[in-house]
């Protein structure tokens, strides 16, 4: 353990979403745990975009980490790079708070959690979800018996982003860059968190937890990855996990996680920290929950031993799904006459979207079985870890499971600005 007093940080990658990490470490230096200690950049940032004194700068991440003496470094730099600088920080003692996608494939994730378990560091993977006091509290339900016996978990992400998001950075929306892995896509990152969630509410969260992954990856926009797809994960407990996501939504709503159970469920939008509890017997309960700082926990974990609230091997079973989207065949274009571009914002939409998320969630089916038109039967993957490229061995359509119960109200509109 680390003695009390504020801890240097190094931020790797202070623009885009890095401005929230940046904002959330000043947060934490007012209030004495933390001092940022510096800044790496490949241009560093100016005092107009830090808002007063600069810290130390630099765009070599190791020499960095040394002339500052940090003792945690939080990693928000391109996806493809994570793996490199988080064993770059661990061979020197530094301690991590590595953004999600902790890597582009299992093999560097892997390679990363390996390393930073053999230099012995404590490293936090970034699904700000899993800091929500709402996961333990609708496990804790479940098991109680809550909404009888568990039957599955659904994710439903209805978001919207125009095409000037996927030129934000020269790996955005992209599959590769310059023969190396980045897997940029609806499920892996805008919408990650829905799927960690769901995994985590189905109690599925280490690789060894994936029997078997389907995917349905689609694009409207004109891009490598996927901005239009589905997933559903079957687990060793015989439950599966559907995850259904969208950038190309006809409005932006806040995304959810649904736990299904024999005579209930439980409705968690993440970003609120809103729980909708239904059952048989009850009326409806709505429930609201506080939410513990990933940055802060590592902090906590350093100086008075307290437990990492998302260990790497906490995040295998996500992982297993980047790789199942990593080894798919590229997302097929949607045909022309499925989407339309919204007059004056610059956006691509896919018709009937919206409804299709949330019966993909409500149903636990993937969007070929709901009757999309303009998708294909789902590819499925063995469990393996699939260090190879390519496509996932053979294709499998499964009949949808029996309508779940109604769907839980309308949440308010919101538009995530990552």
């Known amino acids: 353990m680390t003695a009390p007093g504020p801890l240097p940080v190094v931020l790797a990658g202070a623009r885009g979403h ?17 001092r940022l200690a510096g800044v790496c950049e490949l241009t560093p940032l100016t005092e107009d975009e830090y808002g007063g004194r600069l810290p130390e700068q630099s765009a070599d ?3 960095l980490l040394e002339s500052t003496g940090a003792r945690i470094a939080v990693v928000c730099t391109p996806i493809h790079t994570h793996t490199d600088l988080a064993l770059a920080a661990a061979r020197r003692g530094v301690h991590l708070l590595l953004e999600k996608p902790p890597a582009p494939s299992y093999a560097e994730y892997r390679r990363m959690a390996d390393g930073v378990a053999a230099a012995g560091t404590a490293c936090q993977i970034g699904f700000q979800s899993l800091g929500s006091h709402a996961v333990p509290a609708i496990r804790a339900l479940v098991a109680d018996g809550a909404i009888g016996r568990p039957t599955g978990v659904g994710g439903a992400g209805a978001w919207v982003r125009p095409e000037d998001y996927f030129r934000r950075a020269p790996w955005a929306g992209r599959r590769r860059l310059d023969g190396v892995d980045v897997i940029d896509g609806a499920l892996t990152n805008p919408l990650a968190h829905a799927v960690a969630t769901a995994l985590a509410l189905a109690g599925s ?13 689609l694009r409207a926009n004109d891009i490598e990855s996927d901005d239009t797809s589905c997933v559903r994960v079957t687990t060793a407990q015989g439950r599966p996990v559907t995850v259904a996501a969208t950038l190309c939504a006809e409005r932006a709503d806040d995304p959810y996680v649904l736990v299904h159970g024999t005579s209930g469920r439980i409705t968690f939008w993440y970003k609120q920290d809103r729980v909708l509890v239904q059952r048989a017997g ?32 906490g ?36 018709p009937g979207v919206d409804g299709l998320v949330a019966a993909a969630a409500d149903t636990l089916s993937l969007y070929s079985e709901l009757g999309a038109p303009w998708a294909s039967p789902a590819r499925q993957t063995a469990p393996g870890t699939g260090s190879g490229s390519g496509s996932a061995p053979g294709s499998a359509r499964r009949s949808a499971p029996p309508p779940a119960q109604p769907s839980a109200p309308h949440p308010p509109k919101e538009v995530n600005t990552r």
């Open 61 to 63: 991440f190791g020499a």
């Open 205 to 217: 969260t280490r690789a060894e937890d994936v029997t078997g992954i389907e995917t349905e990856l």
């Open 315 to 350: 995040t295998g079973a996500f992982m297993k799904v980047v790789e199942a989207v990593r080894r798919a065949p590229d997302p097929a274009p949607l045909p022309d006459g499925a989407w339309h571009r919204v007059p004056g914002e610059n956006r691509r939409v896919v």
């Open 18 to 34: 890095g401005r929230w990490h940046l904002a959330n470490i000043r947060r934490l230096q007012e209030d004495g745990l933390v």
């Open 282 to 313: 009850h009326g409806p309960e709505e429930l609201h929950f506080g939410r513990t700082d990933l940055l802060e926990n590592l902090v906590d974990h350093l100086v008075t031993g307290a437990p990492l609230l998302v260990t790497p091997d």
